[in-house]
């Protein structure tokens, strides 16, 4: 680039555009100042809406209608998106409750009622000193596994079990056994807190991981393995073990079987599959065996379900024994399958994972060696972006010199010179396999 | 120009010399090798002897650029700082794999890798020291020597204090440029290669460092990278790059890199080809050339040098 032809189009100095930079700054500074400006609109706007609500308030008054009491119903619910809260005000009595400092002004109870609003309060809490605690620059789930795998299982284990333990009364209501007793009792409500957002916090951080390039064998064979083992071993204490399976249930214990079959066979072949198998075959087999499980079990549901008043029945058993146990028999084998999927799939290519994260500052473009003499490229043809997009007949890839001038500025620390290693040797590699010489 | 398989106006010549690489790589089998004084310092060298093979056979050169003095000037260097290294020269170690692992030809990359691993390993050898700015960044990152501790000669020498006496009051001031190479400069996140040769540039009494338009991790490129390629557009980077040296009104233009040494000394050589028209007033050199011309003492004495020299060995000698 000819120097008089950039210094032609420099803005700088002109209205509005900076001569210094820095915070040393002592010129006009381009854009409007918050203060006044911006802050007396602000302001207004501000004003406008707080009157707006103060003559709803004073002329269009609600009716609000008497308040709840256990009198009027037996079942207190607030609005859906507060479900949450009051699952975990029901859920509080679990914690010890004490009081100190009694008898004095200090006194402080630490009733289920404090533990309640503590737990309300955590997600606040831990949202106002987020900025704090992660202080990286990366955004993208994939580049930052943890923080994202323990995002999602908070959001599961508050919003999810939290909204569905607050209605346990309609759930104890609406599901029982033939005899009338709940199908899901309270113990396995409570634990409900705990498995599913382990589960999900485990299963984001090895398939977050894995699309990063991270090899995670490592992690599912005990991963995948241990969920099986924890089935199995509850299976076999179920059929074998005296003293578990009700009288009620002995005559059900074929369609049992089969249940807990079509629950285990297909954590077994995925425990197997990524133990044994190369990750290509892995793949497909746990797709395969996944699809088939969830077929089978729909299947032998409906079969059981809609085939008359006696299989019905039978069904009504057979869940009386899957249902409390539900945070092991129905929702590992679910875990366990999509895990093994997670963990062995393709991780994201090369080059669509570094160029999700361009922006396109051009910063590349201005410092490429190439661009000064190629006349393609002093055209508009960006090399790195080009060759990124794969819109290139492969010239940018072999005109690259390889000298990183573009991972030097650029903003985002891309590796250019590692793709165009790697895209460079698959070149060969075709070249190679298709039966052309190799050199 | 011509047409090729990767777009039209690119040659990409696979010199002999490739050729001649590759096929090397092939044999695996490893010598047995007789050492002379064993230590834990090595000396690699690099494809030096190559290049001054490769630059006369293409007729790119008759002399002027002299490779094979690295090789005399960082041995003279090493011993100036008290160290008398194992000279791991091509007789029995391979290419570094560099040029063959950027034309994406791993595979025979990963051949030259496992060889040259197997004798490194053989050897017993501590502290790997390469000359070459692309063998420093092949055997730092690419290869695996767990360690071996891989440097490049103007750290070892900066941090072994290499000490250059007072020049001759005769000897006039010097304007001395340094070209960064991209390998041992900004491709390196670990140990770069920035302050060392400037450091030791300064320790020369009668020179000025000057520092070109783009230096440091801003350095252009040198223009032609893992020989793929020699063509207008390249020639016209390595022109930019040089005339930038000519801007700042060196007397030398120091490199880090053989490769460098390559295509700027083919380019000073070709535009010294018209008598009384020549544009570049500066020489170009490898800094351990510049840093050993100025230390006093005889040039190196190996196997294949005559025991009495004074003089540094003529360009063109097949190492």
């Known amino acids: 680039m000819e120097i008089e032809h950039v210094k032609g189009k420099i803005m700088e100095g002109m209205p509005g555009f900076p001569r210094q930079y820095g915070p040393v700054r002592s010129d006009h500074q381009p854009g409007v100042p918050f203060f006044p400006q911006e802050s007396a609109r602000d302001f207004v706007l501000i004003f406008l809406l707080v009157a707006i609500m103060f003559f709803l308030s004073a002329v269009v008054t609600p009716f609000l209608g008497p308040a709840r009491s256990p009198q009027i119903s037996e079942l207190i619910v607030p609005d859906w998106y507060l479900l949450f809260s009051w699952g975990l005000l029901k859920v509080a009595d679990i914690f010890p409750q004490f009081t100190i400092g009694a008898g004095t002004p200090l006194k402080t109870e630490f009733s289920a009622a404090f533990w309640g609003d503590l737990l309300s309060g955590i997600p606040v809490i831990f949202l106002l000193i ?20 323990f995002g999602i299982a908070f959001l599961i284990a508050w919003i999810f079990t939290a ?66 083992a924890i089935v199995a071993v509850q299976s076999a204490a179920i059929l074998f073990m005296p003293g578990w399976l009700g009288p009620q249930v002995r005559p059900y214990i074929v369609q049992l079987v089969i249940f807990l079959a079509i629950l285990l066979i297909p954590m077994a072949v995925a425990s197997f599959a990524v133990f044994r198998l190369p990750e290509s075959r892995a793949r497909k087999w746990i797709v395969r065996v996944g699809v088939a499980g969830a077929i089978a079990f729909a299947i032998a549901y409906v079969a059981l379900e809609y085939t008359g008043a006696a299989n019905r029945l039978a069904m ?4 009386s024994v899957l249902e409390p146990s539900m945070n092991t028999l129905l929702l590992m084998p679910i875990f366990a399958v999509v895990t093994g999927y997670l963990g062995v799939r393709r991780p994201y290519s090369t080059y669509e994972y570094l160029l999700n994260e361009c922006y396109q500052c051009g910063k590349c473009h201005t410092v490429c060696p190439v661009t000064k003499v190629e006349d393609d490229a002093l055209g508009g043809l960006n090399l790195v972006y080009n060759t990124f997009k794969k819109q290139h007949d492969g010239v940018p890839l072999w005109t690259c010199l390889a000298c990183d001038a573009c991972s030097a500025v650029c903003p985002l620390d891309i590796q250019y010179s590692d793709y165009i290693l790697e895209e460079r040797s698959k070149v060969h590699a075709r070249m190679a396999a298709d039966g052309g010489s190799r050199e | 120009m011509m047409e090729t398989e990767y777009g039209p106006g690119r040659t990409i010549p696979h010199p002999v010399m490739f050729r001649v690489l590759d096929s090397e790589a092939d044999d695996l089998t490893v010598p047995e090798i007789k050492v002379e004084h064993k230590s834990e310092y090595a000396y690699y060298p690099g494809c030096v002897d190559y290049y001054d093979v490769e630059m006369q056979f293409s007729h790119m050169n008759y002399g002027d650029t002299n490779h094979g003095i690295i090789f005399d000037s960082s041995v003279k260097l090493l011993r100036a700082v008290g160290i008398q290294p194992m000279i791991l020269d091509r007789s029995f170690m391979k290419c570094c794999g560099h040029d063959q692992l950027w034309q994406g030809k791993v595979d025979v990359f990963e051949r030259m890798r496992e060889y040259n691993t197997k004798i490194i390993k053989m050897l017993g050898v501590k502290t790997f020291i390469t000359s070459c700015a692309e063998g420093y960044r092949t055997f730092k990152l690419d290869y695996k020597l767990d360690g071996v501790r891989v ?13 250059i006496p ?5 000897a006039k001031k010097i304007r ?25 540039v300064k320790r020369v009494d009668n020179a000025e460092l000057v520092e070109l338009k783009t230096f440091r991790a801003d350095a252009q490129c040198c223009g032609v990278a893992q ?6 557009k390249t020639k016209g980077l390595t022109a930019k790059r040089m005339d930038e040296a000519t801007d700042v009104d060196a007397d030398y233009l120091l490199v880090a890199c053989p490769k460098c040494l390559t295509h700027f000394g083919c380019l000073h050589h070709e535009n010294k080809w018209k008598p009384g028209e020549e544009r570049y007033g500066f020489k170009v050199m490898d800094i351990t050339q510049f840093l050993a011309e100025r230390l006093p003492g ?13 003089e540094p060995p003529l360009p063109g000698r097949r190492g």
């Open chain 1, 130 to 149: 987020l900025p704090f605690i992660d202080r990286g620059r990366e955004a993208r789930p994939a580049k930052s596994p943890v923080r994202s795998a």
């Open chain 1, 163 to 228: 909204s569905l333990y607050s209605i346990r009364e309609v759930v104890a209501q609406r599901w029982q056994t033939p005899n009338g007793s709940p199908l899901i009792d309270d113990i396995a409500m409570k634990w409900f807190f705990v498995i599913p957002p382990v589960l999900v916090g485990l299963t984001s951080y090895i398939g977050l991981r894995r699309l990063g390039y991270q090899p995670m064998r490592k992690w599912l064979v005990p991963y995948v393995g241990g969920l099986t």
């Open chain 1, 316 to 319: 009504s058993w057979v869940l």
């Open chain 2, 151 to 163: 440097v490049h000669i103007t750290q070892f020498l900066y941090e072994r204090g290499l000490r």
């Open chain 2, 166 to 170: 007072p020049q001759p009051d005769t």
């Open chain 2, 176 to 200: 001395v440029a340094f070209q960064d190479p991209c390998r041992s400069g900004r491709q390196m996140p670990i140990d770069p290669v920035y302050e060392e040769p400037r450091e030791l």
């Open chain 2, 227 to 232: 020989m793929m390629y020699c063509n207008d």
């Open chain 2, 298 to 310: 005889d040039w190196p004495t190996g196997s294949n040098i005559d025991q009495k020299r004074k």
